[in-house]
């Protein structure tokens, strides 16, 4: 069973500060899309507020649900050997 590798203090400021980009830039997206609508209006920030969630959720995996690479050895040696 592959070991989990922990997070590194730079690798979870990193996510936190990607956090807090996604927070403003979104909080300012919507209120832009909604700043004077008197009626009903296309909500056109969900498709960036999905995509970069997504992107979020892939990051604090890569964060925090980091394994070890078994094989990563073998296959540098191989890359190296030909």
Request: glycine fraction near 10%; proline fraction near 5%.
């Amino acid at each position: 069973m592959p070991k989990k590798l922990p997070a590194t203090g730079k690798q979870v400021g990193g996510w936190f500060l990607h956090l807090v980009v996604f927070a403003i830039v979104n909080i300012v997206l919507w209120y832009i899309c909604y700043a004077g609508a008197t009626g009903w209006v296309y909500p056109w920030p969900i498709w960036i507020t999905s995509a970069w969630g997504l992107l979020m959720i892939g990051h604090a995996c890569m964060v925090w649900a980091n394994y070890e690479d078994k094989g990563l050895d073998n296959w540098k040696r191989q890359a190296v050997n030909g």
